[in-house]
């Protein structure tokens, strides 16, 4: 083995992910001590690393419906570390909209029976699977066996059986794999977790955590589609709130069904649920998500004030006050940011703040939280 090429390469790998400038790499190479011919190898391989920490990776987003096409494809045109390299529909009609829309070559273009294809395609770095809860098993899974590294939206799946499988297909094939948590590149959200963290208003005592839309139809009314109703879809944000602002996992958690107003509607699925949990340091946490009703609110009341965010998940239009003034942020493209951080985290080889764990994590709570409310009792969380 030649030695030089080897520690060059090391090297090399080692700038990619530390994202070590090009004036560097060919600071480097002019020290090296080698044949005119290797060194002009090596500067092409230089150059080839350098290319690849620079370029932006493509993204394949997998189920073209609304979450899709109205905030990540508009979102993939203002990232910076990737872009809309590749869709995976069933609906041949989007497949040629977007083709135009987006300027995607008819190569990048799969539907779900030709998927496993696109481990042949080097364009496509990324896939974001963007389909309906139940069927986010499947697709990360394929997606991991095709060589991709891998996010995938929320909730991470219906069980936590299935995240494992999910996170066990990325770990077996050396690919990333992050969960489409927005809020994590949010500055409100983020401003509520440190003040958490900072304890600046001293320790948080009781958080309040609310979601809930109306108008829902389609899959998320089916349970074998959906997992479940409003707790799983944005139920999942408070759940998510609650851990993030307390930094804390909950020990214990009790909750109860709300009415059904509409009893065919919601056959298969909650309408509405309030919950709550018990934080290891004794904090507590009172929840509500609703099918029928609009909630968007995080609060923290602590020793010394409090902190709150409402609306709290959109994607836009956050406010945010604390008990000492009102908070202000720059608008940001969450999306963008997510996928921007996620790109970089994979051409650092660092692993994802919002990893496929976090997302096994609250499917766990959220599948105690259904125990509870079928129960009627406590259900406890271990975490070893
Ligand atoms: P949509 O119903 O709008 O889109 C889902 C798409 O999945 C469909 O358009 C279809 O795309 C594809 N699909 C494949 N099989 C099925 C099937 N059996 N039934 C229905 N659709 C199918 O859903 P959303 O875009 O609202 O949600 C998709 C995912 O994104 C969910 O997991 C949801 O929780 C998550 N989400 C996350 C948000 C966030 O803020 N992070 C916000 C909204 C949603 P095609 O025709 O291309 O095959």
Not at 17 to 46: D, I, P, W
Not at 106 to 134: C, G, M, R, S
Request: aromatic share 8%.
């Amino acid at each position: 083995m030649n030695t030089t090429l080897y520690t060059r390469r090391s090297f090399l790998d080692t700038s990619i992910r530390l994202g070590v400038s090009s004036a560097t790499v060919y600071a480097f190479s002019a020290l090296s001590s080698c044949t005119s011919k290797q060194k002009q190898e090596e500067k092409s391989e230089e150059k080839v690393a350098t290319n690849q920490a620079e370029r932006k990776l493509g993204i394949a987003l997998v189920g073209l419906g609304k979450y899709a096409s109205e905030q990540l494809a508009p979102a993939l045109q203002e990232t910076q570390q990737c872009y809309l390299a590749g869709i995976v529909t069933g609906t041949p009609d989007k497949a040629d909209k977007w083709k135009k829309k987006y300027n995607i070559p008819e190569k990048n273009v799969y539907n779900y029976q030709t998927f496993d294809q696109i481990k042949d395609n080097p364009d496509i770095d990324i896939v974001y699977v963007v389909l309906p809860n139940a069927l986010h098993k499947e697709y990360v899974v394929r997606a991991a066996q095709a060589g991709k590294h891998v996010i995938c939206e929320k909730p991470m799946a219906i069980t936590v059986d299935e995240c494992d499988a999910m996170i066990d297909a990325c770990r077996k094939t050396g690919k990333l794999l992050s969960i489409g948590y927005r809020l994590h590149f949010d500055p409100y959200n983020l401003e509520m977790m440190k003040l958490g963290k900072e304890k600046t208003f001293g320790k948080i005592k009781l958080v309040i955590a609310e979601d809930g839309m109306k108008d829902v139809d389609g899959w998320r009314l089916d349970k074998t589609l959906a997992g479940g109703g409003a707790l799983v879809d944005v139920g999942i944000y408070c759940v998510q709130g609650v851990c993030y602002t307390t930094g804390l996992e909950p020990v214990a958690v009790t909750a109860k069904e709300g009415p059904k107003k509409d009893k065919k509607k919601f056959a298969s699925i909650e309408e509405s649920l309030t919950w709550e949990m018990e934080m290891p340091d004794g904090t507590v946490a009172h929840c509500k998500s609703s099918y029928s009703e609009e909630l968007n609110k995080l609060r923290a009341e602590a020793e010394n004030g409090w902190f709150q965010l409402e609306p709290a998940y959109e994607y836009k239009g956050l406010k945010g006050e604390t008990s000492s003034g009102k908070m202000d942020f720059p608008k940001v493209n969450q999306q963008a940011r997510q996928m921007d951080d996620f790109a970089l985290a994979v051409k650092g080889n660092r692993p994802s703040p919002v990893p496929g764990e976090m997302g096994r994590r609250d499917v766990k709570i959220l599948q105690a939280i259904y125990e509870s409310m079928h129960t009627g009792k406590k259900v406890e969380l271990k975490w070893t």
